[in-house]
């Protein structure tokens, strides 16, 4: 019996190692293959002219990858501006105000975003939001935001609908369950000593929110919001449906654009030199490189924040 005991202890010891060391090993072969595969790229245009040069002319055999770059952040940072409060306003008001009986239809519903295929936000984002964009909303920021001039620059141009705005609000729309649920968590797990305390000497509802459960969470928040930036950066299928393909460099938020993931889908196919390919290839390590520095920083804010509050 001593004997089994010791087999199982062993065997699940090995298997545990096996997981983690085929884990890593994923990881480094997709860095290792991903980096061989930009080789080319890498010694035809150096690293940082590619990264910082933005035509982009396959029959011209010249490629840079800064307007995808630019592309791909600009959309998550729209996506960010509208997600981040939203999420803090949803988990707020599901953790501190909402009535019990429908916290779990609340909670429910904000979860069920995150099981909608990305393919159905692009079809509704390029149908349904992408028109009343063009119609309605754009004129109605150009009306409100160009006569001021350090505004001006983010609104010219005609309204399209199928731009960095529009591309931006559905990936808010993606992203928000993520950072919603997570910050619900991190209220969920503020001590209530802390909040009956500041109820007992006096303090709002708003005050206690503000000064108490949020600084108690923030390192959570976050994390959160880093890990859902890295969702963001890496969306394909919604945003190519509102985005574009036009590899430009524009300052206003209403011209069409594209990002890498977007550079991957749409023109994998059509990469017919050993130099595209390359190029393509060295596109999908830049993102990959951002996504891994984004998850590196959360996991160093969370473990630096645990450590601070013990």
């Given at each position: 019996?001593d004997?089994?005991?010791?087999f199982?202890?062993?065997?699940?010891?090995?298997?545990?190692?096996?997981?983690?060391?085929?884990?890593?090993?994923?990881?480094?072969?997709?860095?290792?293959v991903?980096l061989?595969?930009?080789?080319?790229?890498?010694?035809?245009?150096?690293?940082?002219?590619?990264?910082?040069?933005?035509?982009?002319?396959?029959?011209?055999?010249?490629f840079?990858?800064?307007s995808?770059?630019?592309?791909?952040?600009?959309?998550?940072?729209?996506?960010?501006?509208?997600?981040?409060?939203?999420?803090?306003?949803?988990?707020?008001?599901?953790?501190?105000?909402?009535?019990?009986?429908?916290?779990?239809?609340?909670?429910?519903?904000?979860e069920?975003?995150?099981?909608?295929?990305?393919?159905?936000?692009?079809?509704?984002?390029?149908?349904?939001?992408?028109p009343?964009?063009?119609?309605?909303?754009?004129?109605?920021?150009?009306?409100?935001?160009?006569?001021?001039?350090?505004?001006?620059?983010?609104?010219?141009?005609?309204?399209?609908?199928?731009?960095?705005?529009?591309?931006g609000?559905v990936?808010?729309?993606?992203i928000?369950?993520?950072?919603?649920?997570?910050a619900r968590?991190?209220?969920?797990?503020?001590?209530?000593?802390?909040?009956?305390?500041?109820?007992?000497?006096?303090?709002?509802?708003?005050?206690?929110?503000?000064?108490?459960?949020?600084?108690?969470?923030?390192?959570?928040?976050?994390?959160?919001?880093?890990?859902?930036?890295?969702r963001a950066?890496?969306?394909?299928?919604?945003?190519?449906?509102v985005?574009?393909?036009?590899?430009?460099?524009?300052l206003?938020?209403?011209?069409?654009?594209?990002?890498?993931?977007?550079?991957?889908?749409?023109?994998?196919?059509?990469?017919?030199?050993?130099?595209?390919?390359?190029?393509?290839?060295?596109l999908?390590?830049?993102?990959?490189?951002?996504?891994?520095?984004?998850?590196?920083?959360?996991?160093?804010?969370?473990?630096?924040?645990?450590?601070?509050h013990?």
């Amino acid at each position: 019996m001593d004997r089994l005991y010791v087999f199982k202890d062993r065997l699940f010891l090995t298997l545990t190692v096996l997981a983690s060391i085929i884990t890593v090993s994923i990881v480094i072969a997709i860095f290792v293959v991903l980096l061989l595969a930009s080789l080319d790229a890498i010694k035809h245009f150096g690293v940082f002219h590619f990264i910082f040069s933005q035509t982009w002319s396959p029959h011209r055999h010249i490629f840079g990858g800064a307007s995808s770059i630019y592309g791909t952040v600009m959309t998550t940072i729209i996506a960010l501006f509208f997600a981040v409060p939203t999420s803090l306003g949803i988990a707020v008001f599901v953790t501190q105000i909402c009535p019990k009986s429908l916290k779990g239809i609340f909670s429910y519903s904000v979860e069920l975003l995150a099981t909608i295929p990305s393919i159905i936000y692009g079809m509704w984002g390029l149908f349904s939001l992408a028109p009343v964009m063009r119609n309605y909303i754009e004129p109605a920021l150009q009306r409100l935001f160009l006569p001021i001039p350090g505004l001006k620059v983010l609104f010219e141009g005609t309204p399209l609908g199928i731009d960095l705005l529009t591309s931006g609000l559905v990936l808010s729309i993606m992203i928000i369950p993520f950072i919603a649920s997570i910050a619900r968590d991190n209220f969920e797990l503020t001590p209530k000593e802390f909040s009956e305390s500041a109820y007992a000497m006096g303090a709002t509802k708003w005050e206690v929110i503000k000064d108490v459960i949020m600084p108690y969470s923030k390192v959570g928040l976050l994390g959160g919001i880093i890990i859902a930036t890295g969702r963001a950066l890496g969306e394909t299928m919604a945003v190519a449906f509102v985005l574009g393909n036009d590899h430009s460099i524009h300052l206003s938020l209403i011209e069409s654009s594209t990002t890498i993931a977007v550079t991957l889908a749409n023109e994998f196919t059509e990469a017919d030199s050993a130099l595209y390919v390359s190029s393509l290839f060295y596109l999908a390590f830049i993102l990959l490189f951002l996504s891994f520095f984004l998850l590196s920083v959360a996991k160093f804010l969370v473990k630096k924040g645990v450590k601070r509050h013990g």
